[in-house]
């Protein structure tokens, strides 16, 4: 199974601030990897498909970048409504496997 | 507008067997495979499998071959998934997602408790 690997594991951040997390395949994967966001106590929701599209609905203050094994998901200025685990899924083979899970909290 | 609603939250006995089931509106439902995801508890999201709803046709994830089985019925737009020889390890939120590829529309989930 390809392996996905977060980074961090643990974000600290303020409203307003920039925050960047990291996800990397160990194996190429082409563009094929999609960003979710779970709140607690809620089902994932999508946000990034094919590394840098952001679905229908979702603010543009979040955004992807990357392809083959190394992906970034970034969110230029936070607001409170962002505040919950973020995970990467790769859809390149069977597996799909998922990024162990990013933590945003409020500092 | 696409709807994925799962099964009542269920607690078995470990040995036992769950059945949960994810009733799909508001597209086509055998035009889109069906994904199965579990989340333990304080866990990260685990991919389990996804059925072609046309086929039958399941991939499983390697580590729930042998114990998982994914069926449907599409004259009611419905997926299921069983899971069997349940231990407190199986003890998590079972969420279903359609695919676009990707996994665009979840479940709101259905917790399985496994307890004596």
């Known amino acids: 199974d390809i392996q996905m690997t977060q980074s961090p594991s643990t974000l600290s951040a303020s409203i307003g601030d920039r925050v960047t997390i990291t996800c990397r395949a160990s194996q190429n994967i082409n563009n094929w990897l999609a960003w979710l966001q779970q709140r607690p106590g809620k089902a994932p929701k999508l946000l990034i498909y094919?590394?840098?599209s952001l679905e229908s609905g979702v603010p543009s203050r979040f955004s992807g970048s990357g392809y083959g094994t190394e992906f970034t998901l970034t969110i230029s200025s936070l607001q409170p409504d962002d505040f919950a685990t973020y995970y990467c899924?790769?859809?390149?083979?069977?597996?799909?496997?998922f990024g162990q899970g990013t933590k945003l909290e409020i500092k | 507008q696409v709807h994925l609603v799962q099964s009542e939250a269920e607690v078995k006995k470990p040995g036992a067997s769950v059945k949960v089931s994810c009733k799909a509106s508001g597209y086509s439902f055998s035009g889109w495979f069906m994904h199965w995801v579990r989340q333990a508890p304080g866990q990260g999201l685990e991919?389990?499998?996804?059925?072609?709803?046309?086929?039958?046709?399941?991939n499983l994830a390697q580590k729930f071959q042998g114990r998982v089985t994914m069926t449907r019925d599409t004259s009611i737009s419905t997926a299921y998934m069983d899971l069997s020889g349940l231990t407190s390890d199986d003890t998590a939120i079972y969420y279903c997602a359609r695919e676009s590829s990707w996994t665009d529309y979840w479940g709101q989930g259905t917790l399985v408790t496994v307890s004596s």
């Open positions: 094919k590394a840098s």
């Open positions: 991919w389990m499998g996804r059925i072609n709803p046309t086929s039958g046709e399941t």
């Open positions: 899924q790769q859809y390149y083979n069977y597996g799909y496997t």
